[in-house]
């Protein structure tokens, strides 16, 4: 079995007397430690399935696997503390608190988990050893992202799951960003989905999924993926 298994995955929204199948029979799966990039257009269900495999919205019908555990039919308990140990998440604008450091933010994502990795390292580790101490207000946006990161990581979570990781920062940055994301999966052996409308940054990923109208439009691994380095769009 592999690491994460879409089976037949549905996701419908109703909206007033219309149906919406925002995710309409999704199949696809992801090997451990690979980099997945997630890619389609505005509208296609990318927000959607990512938010079904982070445990923040359960399928209307269909199997989600992670790991060997079917979390399709978890009780909003147990998709609590599924959200909680296994799965880090990293946001288009960042959402750090503003009135705590940038070590306070990751400190606080690290209280609630049972096998956090020290936030001041995970810091240091996304190239924010000297900023530990500054209010994301004093960051760049490459940095905040850099500290959502961190945030993410020090969970130690078997997945991490980045939605448009890059959609706020320009060019160089948001490059920066992918580096380190890919950096990430190569270092620490975890398993990392980026999802995107850029169809560039399928270049860097083991393994692409296509997305388009809620369905799976196509898969490819990539047995060379490109360093982020010398990505260009
Ligand atoms: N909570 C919701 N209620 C109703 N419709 C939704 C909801 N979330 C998403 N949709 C619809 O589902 C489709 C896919 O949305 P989304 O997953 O956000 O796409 P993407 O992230 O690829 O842009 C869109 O048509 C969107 O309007
Ligand atoms: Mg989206």
């Excluded at 982070?54 to 399928?59: A, H, L, V």
């Excluded at 946001?91 to 503003?98: C, P, S, T």
């Excluded at 969970?155 to 950096?183: F, H, M, R, S, V």
Aim: with cysteine.
């Amino acid at each position: 079995m592999a690491f994460v298994e879409f089976r037949g995955v549905r996701k419908v929204y109703q909206m007033g007397e219309v149906e919406v199948a925002a995710v309409d029979g999704m199949d696809f799966s992801i090997e451990r430690g690979e980099l997945v990039v997630i890619v389609g257009p505005s509208g296609a269900g990318k927000t959607t399935l990512l938010n079904m495999l982070g445990g923040m919205d359960s399928p209307t019908s269909g199997a989600i696997v992670l790991d060997g555990r079917d979390i399709s039919h978890a009780s909003p308990k147990e998709l609590t503390l599924y959200r909680r140990h296994d799965i880090g998440f990293v946001f288009q604008f960042y959402n750090l608190v503003q009135n705590l450091t940038a070590l306070e933010n990751v400190e606080l994502a690290s209280q609630i988990c049972t096998h956090p990795l020290p936030a001041a390292d995970v810091l240091r580790q996304v190239g924010l050893g000297h900023r530990l101490d500054n209010f994301p207000g004093q960051l760049s946006g490459g940095e905040q992202q850099r500290v959502a990161i961190a945030r993410a990581l020090a969970k130690n979570p078997k997945l991490l799951l980045c939605d448009e990781p890059t959609g706020a920062l320009d060019y160089e940055t948001g490059k920066a960003i992918l580096g380190l994301l890919q950096d990430t999966c190569r270092d620490t052996g975890k398993t990392v989905a980026v999802v995107t409308h850029n169809s560039a940054f399928t270049a860097i990923a083991d393994r692409v999924i296509h997305i388009r109208e809620g369905r799976v439009a196509g898969v490819e691994v990539n047995d060379r993926p490109l360093s982020a380095e010398v990505l260009e769009w």
